[in-house]
């Protein structure tokens, strides 16, 4: 490409390099300007916000230093909350992505039904979650739930509560959450088991790898390792900023056992309207999200010679 | 390149049993929510096994529903708000990403590392101020406190820059030649060689922003400019009371618009999702 041929053209570009510079801050300004007033000014207010007392409403606020962070941590609410974000983070990311490993390898391994399955397993990602958490509360409702009719009728005398009871409330979100990262992370390992070569399940069969564990063994999980190391990372920041479910079926309840990060920070933010304090819970998600992918970088860096 | 071949039916059965088995669980929520809503309330306080409707009870159940709920007004608004923010998402992102691909300009490399830095904010992180300044002017209840965080997707940004990149500079060295600007030449000719990023991202939009509950929430009240997730959650709430089989019906309404779309362009919405999500 460096030889004579084609250089007419980039002389042209050689030769205009301020309309080329010109022409590069003219399109970027549109979209600088709605960065720096919505993302970039908001984000550092958020940040400055949480070392205030700020309250929407009251007249004047002061710079508290990390009172707002001592507060949070005496706080029980806050430490239930927490916990709880860990907890659902914790059951949602390996279930949700073994699960979806399982499919999509199940899916893969044949040809018949591969767009259908795909289809009804990725249903949950385009459903409205707010209308399917509704349906959620159905089928797990105490009395009239299909879930516990069954139960019953197997001869569970008194099945849980589910959504209402404070033991089986974590669980029962988690169950909802797992149902819905399910399909999300079977598209992503199936465009990574895509991408695996055929030539190496060939190679392997002629070293003599004969049984269906051996090829997974040796080379699918080796070979999707970066597809699931993204997958683990994205499904746990998808999980940690579980809100929905919560704000639509529990409000944190029965007596905040359901109680996760953002809808404490919802609810201190936008019903009790202390954004000081609102602020510092948002740093303390914004840390763990960039602790997330700080983590992921660095399982990057020792494991590069996969590319 | 030689395809795996089909097995017969008969060895094909154990994947498709199983697959069917577990697919049949996942779709659970979706039959017994059709199923209830067909059904006489008092036929759901029985809490019969039954999926099958004793009496039919389906068209009390959606006309309750269409007469106490405003449903194309939720979904208009849903379209509204989808659509703007959808529009400006482009109209910022596809310049920038074409500049950051393919110009030198001063700057790129700082302005890469902010799109870079950007990626890693949750839209969770700047929402109080934007609450408190959307307040201050009088704009919460409108589409535009619903639109504006939206506007700028760094996401959108790096995705269109690195699809650009691909794209070969001849292309561009050609319609320079031609005598067209930059700006003509992003949206006549780069933008029409990259449909495939475009729709992806356009997909990841709409279903990321339909589904959306916390930003609507924090900035409408009341029905005016509630998008169909806050629609739903109203009327479970203040009308449904107790009465699932109306909530349910309500549920299939809301959910219906997307997975249709989704059903009817599956193989786009599924590429969309899976281009979109290993890229970010």
């Known amino acids: ?307 | 390149m030689d395809k795996p071949r089909e097995r017969s039916f008969l060895a094909d059965t154990p994947r498709l049993l199983a697959l069917g088995l577990v697919g049949l669980l996942l779709l659970m929520p979706y039959i017994w929510m059709l199923s209830a809503s067909l059904k006489p309330l008092d036929e759901l306080f029985r809490a019969s096994l039954s999926l099958w409707p004793e009496r039919f009870h389906a068209v009390e159940n959606y006309s309750r529903v269409f007469s106490q709920v405003p449903v194309f007004h939720y979904l208009w608004n849903g379209i509204v708000v989808c659509a703007g923010i959808l529009f400006f998402q482009l109209l910022f992102a596809v310049p920038a990403g074409y500049a950051l691909a393919k110009l030198r300009f001063p700057g790129r490399d700082i302005a890469f590392g902010l799109v870079m830095l950007g990626l890693l904010v949750p839209p969770h992180v700047p929402a109080l101020p934007l609450y408190v300044t959307f307040s201050k002017l009088g704009l919460l209840n409108t589409y535009a406190a619903l639109i504006l965080p939206f506007t700028i997707s760094v996401f959108a940004i790096f995705l269109f820059r690195q699809f650009f990149r691909a794209l070969p500079d001849e292309l561009i060295h050609a319609a320079r030649l031609d005598g067209i600007g930059e700006f003509e030449i992003v949206w006549r000719i780069i933008l029409p060689n990259s449909w495939p990023a475009a729709t992806a991202f356009a997909i990841f939009s709409v279903v990321a922003h339909w589904n959306d509950l916390f930003w609507p929430l924090i900035v409408i009240e009341g029905q005016a400019r509630a998008t169909p997730a806050l629609g739903v959650l109203y009327f479970r709430s203040d009308e449904a009371g107790d009465d699932f089989a109306a909530l349910m019906a309500a549920a299939v309404i809301m959910t219906l618009p997307l997975v249709l779309a989704f059903l009817f362009a599956q193989r786009r919405f599924v590429e969309g999702i899976a281009t979109t999500g290993l890229k970010g």
């Open chain 1, 1 to 307: 490409m460096s030889s004579a041929v084609g250089l007419g053209a980039i002389k042209v570009t050689r030769g205009a390099p301020i309309g080329e510079a010109l022409a590069g801050l003219m399109l970027t300004v549109p979209a600088g300007l709605a960065y720096l007033v919505m993302l970039l000014l908001p984000t550092m207010a958020t940040i400055l916000l949480a070392f205030t007392d700020y309250e929407l409403g009251l007249p004047d606020w002061n710079w508290i230093g990390l009172g707002n962070f001592t507060e949070m941590f005496e706080d029980r609410g806050f430490g239930v909350a927490l916990r709880n974000t860990i907890i659902y983070v914790g059951f949602v990311t390996p279930l949700s992505i073994l699960l979806g490993l399982g499919i999509a390898l199940l899916i893969e391994s044949g040809i018949r039904g591969r767009a259908t399955f795909r289809a009804i397993f990725f249903l949950p990602v385009v459903s409205l979650t707010v209308a399917m958490a509704a349906a959620w509360q159905y089928l797990l409702h105490p009395t009239i739930g299909p879930l516990n009719g069954l139960l019953r009728a197997i001869g569970v005398s008194s099945p849980p509560y589910w959504l209402s009871s404070s033991d089986w409330v974590l669980l029962s979100l988690s169950a909802i959450g797992i149902w819905e990262n399910i399909g999300y992370n079977m598209v992503l390992f199936l465009a990574g088991l895509t991408a695996i070569p055929r030539e190496l399940y060939h190679a392997a069969e002629v070293d003599g790898t004969k049984t269906w564990l051996d090829r997974f063994r040796l080379v699918t999980w080796p070979l999707l390792g970066p597809t699931t190391l993204f997958v683990l990372t994205i499904t746990m920041i998808r999980s940690i900023r579980v809100f929905d479910t919560v704000a639509v079926l529990t409000q944190g309840g029965p007596n905040k056992a359901s109680e996760v990060l953002l809808h404490t920070m919802y609810k201190e933010g936008f019903t009790f309207l202390r954004l000081g304090y609102s602020a510092a819970i948002t740093l303390v998600f914004l840390v763990m999200v960039l602790g997330l992918v700080w983590l992921q970088t660095k399982a990057l860096d020792k494991r590069v010679h996969y590319g």
